[in-house]
Every structure is written in structure tokens, then in C-alpha cells.
């Protein structure tokens, strides 16, 4: 894994050094990963992959502790590194059977977010009904976050495109939602591989949104509504189907603070410097 790190690392400072282009940095966030980027790295030592997170620039992360450690031993370990978890996830059972668990456990983490990325539903089949249970189960949660400090927010995942009156199951979930206690983080491959436009959502909701996975789908795969596609689709950003200038840009004017680079592809350590190299060169 070292010599994929160095690899990496190497990899960024070369392709940073070309086609800088002239201007203002659109992207002007801090970079943030999620963990589930490095979930082969992470089993075979939990240290040397933060060290890897480090060593790539990244300074934000959304994850939660390794099965190894505490959540205590686990920010430590990001806090020596220069890494703050801004955000963290849970299942959508653990969240409704004890969001005040997930809440003590995100605190200690230094969290102020919560995500949940996945409604139990039958795959390809996602219907009016899971998405009516969803708002109030996401009403119930998010109120038991904000009372503790933290925002919930539901992570979309492609199915909810499902068509549902003048709009989709996506519409009715955050049209249905007290947006006191529950936001949204757009995934912009899911989002892309759902049907959506990521640029009119960010739009059409504004401050609803509060964070982004930054992942791109290969150009010419056709999507649909399982939430699912093969790694090699999740492309190096800017490399696939999404506009992400006028993403980034959009971002920035509703207030998203928060951005995390997903890698689901096999090749990570090929293509993250690629992605941060091409963020870095939009202006």
C-alpha cells in the first residue's frame, strides 16, 4: 500500500504541475474523501491508510471508526493527522431503532453531520409507500440529531428517480421532510445514474443540500433505478458524464461547504490524485 501511496502522491504533483488553467478556483472547499474509498486499504491497517488520506491532501473525511479501534482511538488517530471527520453514516434499522446511539457516537467522532445512504426496499422497485415510511422516519431521526448538535441528512442513491406525480419519489421525500431536522447529500454519480439533473436539483432545493460526493459515471453508460452499477463505471471526476463546473459552481452559490471525493472503482490510487488534480484546475 506504501508504494500505491507514493504512486498516488507522485501522480497528483505531476498532473498538478500542467493545464493549470488561468483565474479564480472554482473549487474552493477543503478536500474531503469518504472513507468507504479506501474499504480495501482499511482491513490491512487502519494507521498507514490515514497516513495514505494524509499524504493525498485530504483534511475532511465521512466515515466512521475501523473495526479495530474506538471511535475514541479513531479521532485520535485523524486529529494527529490533520484529518477532522465533518461527517459520518448510518445503517437507516440502526438509525430508527437508536438515534441517539448514532448521535453519542457521532459526537465523539466531532461529527456535525449524519448520513444515512440507503432505504431498505426492494431493489429496481422502490415505491410511494417506502418513501412515505422514509419521511417519517427520517422526520423522527433528524429531530433527535438536531437536538443533539448534529444535521441528518439522506444521501440519494439513483432508485428514488422513480416517476411519482409531476416529479419522483425524490421530490415527494424532500418536499415531505421538516427541513428543520433532515437535509440532503447529493451523490452526483448516483444522482446522474438515477436520471437526474444534478445541476437543476441543487437549484430546485438550494440549502437543503449541505454535503456531496464527488464521483463521476463513465460517459456512455446507461442508467436505472437498482442503485447499483459496476466499479469500473466510477470514473476519475471530469472524465465522465457530469458537468461539474457548473456543479461546483452551483454548490458554492446555495452554501455546500462540504465535498467528498468517492472512489467505488478498483483503482483508487489511480485515479483520486486525477480527480483532486482536475478539481484543483477548474476556474
Known amino acids: 500500500m506504501k508504494k500505491q501511496m507514493l504512486a498516488g502522491c507522485l501522480l497528483l504533483s505531476a498532473t498538478l ?61 485523524c486529529d494527529e493527522r490533520g484529518i477532522k471527520i465533518t461527517s459520518t453514516g448510518g445503517g437507516y434499522e440502526q438509525l430508527v431503532k437508536n438515534p441517539q446511539e448514532a448521535a ?36 423522527a431521526i433528524g429531530k433527535v440529531m438536531k437536538e443533539n448538535g448534529i444535521t441528518f441528512c439522506y ?22 421532510t421538516n427541513p428543520a431536522y433532515v437535509s440532503f447529500e447529493m451523490d452526483v454519480l448516483w444522482t446522474v445514474f438515477g436520471g437526474g439533473d444534478p445541476v437543476a436539483l441543487l437549484k430546485k432545493y438550494g440549502s437543503r ?3 456531496m460526493h464527488v464521483k463521476d459515471l463513465k ?6 433505478l437498482t442503485g447499483g452499477t459496476a466499479p469500473e463505471n466510477d470514473v476519475v471526476v471530469g472524465d465522465g458524464q457530469a458537468d461539474f463546473p457548473n456543479i461546483i459552481k452551483e454548490a458554492n452559490r446555495i452554501g455546500i461547504k462540504h ?3 468517492e472512489d467505488e472503482s478498483n483503482k483508487e490510487f489511480e485515479q483520486i490524485p486525477k480527480s483532486i488534480a482536475y478539481l484543483k484546475s477548474l476556474k
Not at 453531520?113 to 415510511?133: D, R, S, V
Not at 419522483?168 to 418536499?175: A, G, K, P
Open 17 to 77: 504541475s500542467f493545464g493549470q488553467k488561468q483565474g479564480a478556483p472554482l473549487y474552493k472547499a477543503a478536500f474531503g474523501v469518504q472513507a468507504y474509498t479506501f474499504r480495501n486499504s482499511f482491513p490491512k491497517g487502519t494507521l498507514a491508510t490515514l497516513d495514505t488520506i494524509k499524504a493525498l491532501g485530504f483534511t475532511e473525511m465521512e466515515g466512521g471508526a475501523t473495526k479495530d479501534m474506538t471511535p475514541q482511538e479513531f479521532r485520535k488517530a
Open 104 to 139: 453519542a457516537t457521532a459526537k465523539i467522532l466531532g461529527a456535525t453531520y449524519l448520513m444515512c445512504a440507503w432505504i431498505p426496499h426492494q431493489k429496481g422497485n422502490f415505491t410511494i409507500e417506502n418513501a412515505k415510511k422514509a419521511v417519517d422516519d427520517f422526520n
Open 155 to 176: 444521501h440519494d442513491h439513483g432508485y428514488e428517480f422513480q416517476k411519482y406525480g409531476d416529479g419522483t419519489l425524490l421530490d415527494y421525500i424532500i418536499q415531505h
Open 209 to 211: 443540500w449541505k454535503l
Open 219 to 224: 460517459k456512455g453508460v446507461v442508467g436505472n
Open 259 to 261: 465535498f467528498y471525493i
